[in-house]
Structures are given as structure tokens and as C-alpha cells.
T-cell receptor
Framework: AQRVTQPEKLLSVFKGAPVELKCNYS??????LFWYVQYSRQRLQLLLR??SRESIKGFTADLNKGETSFHLKKPFAQEEDSAMYYC????????????FGTGTRLQVTL | DAGVIQSPRHEVTEMGQEVTLRCKPI?????LFWYRQTMMRGLELLIY????????DSGMPEDRFSAKMPNASFSTLKIQPSEPRDSAVYFC?????????????FGEGSWLTVV
């Protein structure tokens, strides 16, 4: 069965420090993976998807099939990055039905 | 487009009362999802619809929860009777037909507190 695991509930870093939000998955086949972000009292929104191989707001994520990971990284954290981050992948058989991890709260402090 | 619209934004109700949450998906989207967000369990899919038809309701916690989609532009999630453990943020989301990399668009959520 497919599963997304985000081992950290809270990650606290100083401004300017590197950030790595961990995501591991189990999936049969080639997964499509996503990172969603929820800023304080705002709607959940797509941050990036691995298929696009894009960098959004300085964040990147590389799919590592060997380690079954899709960690979200940013070299220098900013205060405005403080938010809840969810890793997600589609349920088998439907690309639109996403399974989300339990989320990691990123707290960037001065 | 205003995006996915949910109402109410906030609701406080007493245990045992009926709660109805409403959602208007983005026009043209064929899929509609109801998610529940809690601190302990994160984001859980409760039910989703395709072309107004419920496809998978395996995430609905129990019979107290029900969801309907009478037409392409409106859906409700009802809890009757409500209990304190139902307190959570309920998100509605919509998307177009599935294809690799499609985005799901979320509403701003309905913050439910049952006392």
C-alpha cells in the first residue's frame, strides 16, 4: 500500500540556515510526488511537483527512487518560510486523489 | 475564478448539534474532495466525488458523517450529531480530470469547534 511518511512534526531553524524537510514514500510503480504548503491561516496550496523539476521560492525537491525519498530543501531559510509543509502522492489508479503525510511545521527564527 | 469557496469559515457548536459545511468547487473541475486536518493525524481524505458521484468514502470516520454533491457547483459535508472529537479544520478541494502532475486546489477551510 502506498504511504507517505514525514518523520518530523516540527523543524525549527535559524534564519539563513539550510532547511531539509524529510519525506519518504512507499509506492508500487513510478510515483508522482508533490509538496504542498500552508501558511498561517491560509489555504493549502501546491508548492512544487517533482515532475516539473522546478524551484519555487528557493525550494527544490529531488526524487530519490533508491532511498524512496522526496526531501524538500532550501539553502537559506527565510522567516516567511514558516509554515506547515505536506508531502503527497496520488493513490494508485488516480492521479487526483492524493495521500498526504502528516505534515511538518517549519519554524524559522531570528 | 475565486477558487474553491467554503462556508462557514468558523463554526462553534455544542455537542449533539448538526453541523453542515458547504463547498463550491472551481468551475469546470470534475473532482471534489473533502479533507480533515487535525494536529494529531494531519490531513486525511474523507471522501471524494467525480462528476457529482461519490467514488470513495472509505475515509469517512463513521455514520455520523455524510456528504452530498447535488450538482457540479455545490457539495455539503454534514455531521450529525457532532462530538468534541470532530473539532478540526475541514478542507474542500477540487481538480480537473486526473493526469500526471495535476494540481488539487484547496479552499480556505472551515474551522469547526465542538464544545
Amino acid at each position: 500500500a502506498q504511504r507517505v511518511t514525514q518523520p518530523e512534526k516540527l523543524l525549527s531553524v535559524f534564519k539563513g540556515a539550510p532547511v531539509e524537510l524529510k519525506c519518504n514514500y512507499s509506492y508500487s510503480g513510478s510515483p508522482e510526488l508533490f509538496w504542498y504548503v500552508q501558511y498561517s491561516r491560509q489555504r493549502l496550496q501546491l508548492l512544487l511537483r517533482h515532475i516539473s523539476r522546478e524551484s519555487i521560492k528557493g525550494f527544490t525537491a529531488d526524487l530519490n527512487k533508491g532511498e524512496t525519498s522526496f526531501h524538500l530543501k532550501k539553502p537559506f531559510a527565510q522567516e516567511e518560510d514558516s509554515a506547515m509543509y505536506y508531502c503527497a502522492l496520488p493513490r494508485a489508479g488516480t492521479a487526483s486523489k492524493l495521500t498526504f503525510g502528516t505534515g511538518t511545521r517549519l519554524q524559522v527564527t531570528l | 475564478d475565486a477558487g474553491v469557496i467554503q462556508s462557514p469559515r468558523h463554526e462553534v457548536t455544542e455537542m449533539g448539534q448538526e453541523v453542515t459545511l458547504r463547498c463550491k468547487p472551481i468551475s469546470g473541475h470534475d473532482y471534489l474532495f473533502w479533507y480533515r486536518q487535525t494536529m494529531m493525524r494531519g490531513l486525511e481524505l474523507l471522501i471524494y466525488f467525480n462528476n457529482n458521484v461519490p467514488i470513495d468514502d472509505s475515509g469517512m470516520p463513521e455514520d455520523r458523517f455524510s456528504a452530498k454533491m447535488p450538482n457540479a457547483s455545490f457539495s455539503t459535508l454534514k455531521i450529525q450529531p457532532s462530538e468534541p472529537r470532530d473539532s478540526a479544520v475541514y478542507f474542500c478541494a477540487s481538480s480537473v480530470l486526473p493526469s500526471p502532475g495535476n494540481t488539487i486546489y484547496f479552499g480556505e477551510g472551515s474551522w469547526l469547534t465542538v464544545v
